[in-house]
């Protein structure tokens, strides 16, 4: 940019100095192809509740305590589908909450992967067949992953989450 | 004799256990709501409407016959009956004259409308978006939260009504988690009616499942014996504790401890995990039975459930300096004040309950009666009401029993009381701390979504 004549100079730290590529280089020769995978993946989970009886979601708070810590795997759950990688499914799907589960998913951007968790989200559970639900997540919307438990304890739930993880850095090129 | 039992008397009852159910005329109705009773619940079958009073120490299950779908509403003298009033409409078709005859769990999308009446009637043509009250000011403005709302929670709508940042009207909608656990029930034994019981709330499972038992057991003229009932006290105090952990939690997060969060949920968790153990299940459902318990405590089970105890009591002086003093305190002081008190009092009581029942729980595990853990239901007619303290209030079931099976079934969640307190409090408060204002409630939803 060209400055007019007399005008002070730009501020030294708003000037970027060029990345120098000696150092990128020795960089990528010690992370490795292993570790830049590692350090390059993240999935932002946004939980939908479908009629859940509190039961999963007591489970699924669990995975964010110091106990599980799902965010040093790269793991988190954020307020809005339009940030969100995952949609954690809990609930039968009851008809009232169809709606809601349809926008949440066309608000997520692709890709994006739905987990159904718990045995309610898997198949409608004990409240199979009621005249108010539709017999789980994948009667509304494409489920990738299903993890049965009524509910599923934090460990299960984590597991399930990290196996998608490493599902999702595969297909990716490192 | 006092005003109440002076009004029901004479009046036809049906053998409800241990309290008999009086069926009144409309004007013995109309007279008993002006009293000032509390009135804990109502409800209906398909052919009368039912309310549930307290009169002092003394609890008054009464009935009236809706005269061509119509009964005199109690939301006028008890402003609570107002969605007790709702439901009654929406599942059974019974209507409240000179009530509020609004939707609240049918929201147009079931197959058919009164699912519970006697017939059934046609799916509306379309579905109805909720109903909020109108907005005349153009100055004032509506922020609307869920039903897909933040955090991992309960699916409810909460519309509020804005001046600036401040909140002049709450409305609560919910019903979204409406799973038709009334029509699942009926026609089933208890045995297997409790699977549903149980899943009502799922941090409240022990205590709806004792409720539910205890009305069968109340209905089918038979009692838990000994060691069945201490256990189920001994779990009750387990969930409560673990309960009031997690809602700690989630109020200490928000409120931006880190610290105290962590703390509430580690107990928690440790909690859980000897429950596990010593249950069979994280959060012990299905495990209090019609007739008793399905599982025993074993010495080693009791043990490290005495161990996970003494860790839980040594957690609570710490927790009450993080909630009394500092950040958090100063993040909560003065927040959501009104009749119940405030957040930081909510917070505080429920901390004071966690030390009474880890005490109460230690106690009582060290002394557990030996014996059979239950008996066997016979397959009877008979009528029934039961009870339970949950966290986060009371709990009552209530069910008529036809040869063994249910005939008829309401179970009543503390939300039906907290929701309407809730709204009260939230007008005036910054729309910025209404989350943390809900948190402090623990507002349940599916138990009152049923």
């Keep these: 940019m060209k400055l007019p004549a007399g005008w002070p100079p730009l501020p030294e730290a708003e000037r970027p100095d060029p990345v120098d590529g000696n150092t990128v280089a020795a960089l990528a020769e010690r992370l490795g192809l292993v570790s830049q995978g590692r350090l390059g993946r993240a999935l932002a989970i946004r939980h939908v509740n479908t009629g859940s009886c509190n039961g999963c979601e007591l489970e699924a708070r669990a995975i964010t305590g110091v106990l599980y810590d799902l965010t040093r795997f790269g793991l988190r759950f954020v307020d809005s589908p339009l940030h969100a990688d995952v949609l954690l499914v809990t609930g039968p799907l009851t008809r009232n909450l169809r709606l809601a589960l349809e926008q949440a998913w066309d608000a997520t951007p692709e890709p994006k992967w739905v987990v159904a968790i718990g045995d309610c989200a898997v198949d409608g559970g004990v409240f199979r067949g009621s005249y108010a639900v539709m017999d789980g997540t994948a009667s509304a919307i494409p489920v990738d992953l299903t993890i049965s438990g009524c509910p599923p304890s934090p460990a299960r739930i984590l597991s399930g989450l990290r196996a998608l993880l490493e599902a999702s850095s595969l297909d990716r090129p490192n | ?450």
């Design chain 2, 1 to 450: 004799m006092n005003r109440a039992a002076e009004i029901v008397k004479g009046a036809p009852t049906a053998d409800c256990r241990p309290w008999p159910r009086h069926i009144l005329s409309i004007d013995q109705w109309a007279e008993l709501a002006r009293e000032p009773l509390m009135l804990l619940a109502a409800w209906a079958d398909t052919g009368q409407v039912h309310a549930l009073y307290r009169d002092g120490a003394a609890v008054l299950p009464v009935s009236i016959e809706p005269d061509a779908a119509f009964y005199p509403a109690l939301s006028p003298f008890h402003p609570s009956a107002k969605l007790f009033e709702r439901t009654i409409r929406d599942l059974w078709g019974h209507m409240a004259a000179g009530g509020d005859d609004g939707a609240w769990l049918d929201h147009g999308h079931w197959p058919h409308s009164r699912p519970l009446s006697i017939r059934p009637g046609p799916r509306p043509p379309t579905a109805e978006p909720p109903e909020f009250l109108p907005v005349e000011d153009d100055r004032l403005m509506q922020w609307p939260i869920g039903p897909v709302g933040p955090g991992i929670a309960e699916a409810s709508h909460l519309r509020l009504t804005l001046d600036g940042s401040r909140i002049v009207r709450a409305e609560s909608r919910l019903g979204y988690t409406h799973k038709g656990v009334l029509t699942l029930m009926r026609s089933k034994s208890p045995r297997i009616a409790a699977r549903f019981a149980a899943r009502l709330a799922g941090d409240a499972t022990v205590a709806h499942s004792i409720a539910f038992a205890r009305a069968t057991e109340a209905a089918s003229s038979v009692e838990a014996p000994p060691r069945a009932s201490a256990l189920r006290t001994l779990m009750l105090y387990l969930e409560r504790i673990a309960t009031n952990l997690d809602d700690l939690g989630v109020v200490a997060g928000m409120a931006g401890s880190a610290e105290a969060q962590g703390r509430c949920g580690v107990r928690q968790e440790y909690l859980r995990r000897g429950l596990a153990a010593t249950f069979g299940h994280r959060l012990m459902m299905d495990v209090v039975v019609p007739g008793g318990v399905s599982a025993d405590a074993d010495a080693i089970g009791l043990s490290a459930m005495r161990q996970v105890l003494g860790g839980v009591q040594a957690e609570v002086p710490v927790l009450d300096v993080l909630f009394g003093t500092g950040t958090l305190a100063a993040r909560l002081t003065g927040l959501g004040a009104g009749a119940a008190g405030d957040a930081p009092r909510r917070c505080q009581a429920r901390l004071d309950a966690v030390y009474r029942d880890t005490e109460s729980a230690i106690a009582l595990l060290l002394d557990l009666p030996e014996g059979p853990l239950s008996v066997a239901l016979p397959p009877e007619s008979g009528e029934g009401i039961g009870w339970a303290p949950s966290a986060r209030g009371d709990i009552w079931h209530w069910l008529r029993l036809d040869h063994g099976q249910i005939a008829a079934v309401f179970p009543c969640d503390p939300g039906w009381e907290l929701w309407p307190l809730a709204e009260v409090v939230l007008a005036g408060q910054e729309a910025g701390d209404a989350a943390l204002i809900c948190a402090s409630f623990g507002l349940p939803v599916s138990g009152m979504d049923l």
